[in-house]
């Protein structure tokens, strides 16, 4: 089981996806961005559905330097004090 947080703007113009295809049902992928980066290949997302993994992606509301950092920093922090138990919330 595997949770994976990605900063969508660090690598959308890149591969930034590249791997989804290793993904399981046991995993969960989330995926943060902004108005800057939006969309997602529709290749990666046919792959996520495939891999029926737990898919979430958050919007962030408030930007600005580093912002998506704090979010996932948050976001470590929150999985991180509810352990395995939170998988599905």
Known sequence: MATILVDYENVS???GLK???YLNENDTLIVFYSQC???IRAEYIDMIEKSRCEFKAYKLVHTGKNALDFYIAAE?????SCGEKQKGI
Not at 76 to 80: A, D, K, N
């Open 13 to 15: 113009a890149l591969d």
């Open 19 to 21: 791997g989804v295809e």
């Open 37 to 39: 980066c939006e969309k």
């Open 76 to 80: 470590c922090g929150f999985l991180g």
